[in-house]
Nanobody, 127 residues
């Protein structure tokens, strides 16, 4: 399974922008899905955005219009462009890859059944 390394988190003021990067240890072109999830203290893990191998993407309602996921097979990387950040976006963001489950419609919401996860990168939005 691929190893994933995230970067790009940090402290940003509300309304600001960040770009998260997730670099895989091997080719991602054959991976059926890669995505970003986040978890804030006391909250369950939730989907932010996922990129599927057919070129489609799914976003959490809370980030639609503000975040964009981009997958670069040449760089073996997936990026998350985050704009208009709010305090509610504060969380640890995790990259996930290689879905092996059988119920995508349910699993992508929580990140269940992904083989690979990164170590997480902290995003803190201040007022």
């Amino acid at each position: 399974q691929v190893q994933l390394v995230e970067s790009g988190g940090g402290l940003v003021q509300a309304g600001g922008s960040l770009r998260l990067s997730c670099v895989a240890s091997g080719p991602i072109s054959t991976l059926n899905a890669m995505g970003w999830y986040r978890q804030a203290p006391g909250n369950p893990r939730e989907v932010v955005a996922v990129s599927v191998s057919d070129g489609s993407a799914k976003y959490a309602d809370s980030v639609k219009g503000r975040f964009t996921i981009s997958r670069d097979n040449d760089d073996n990387a997936v990026y998350l462009f985050m704009n208009s950040l709010t305090l509610e976006d504060t969380a640890t963001y995790y990259c996930a890859a290689d879905y092996w489950g059988e119920n995508w419609r349910v699993d992508y919401h929580t990140g269940a059944h992904f083989r690979s996860w990164g170590q997480g990168t902290q995003v803190t939005v201040s007022s």
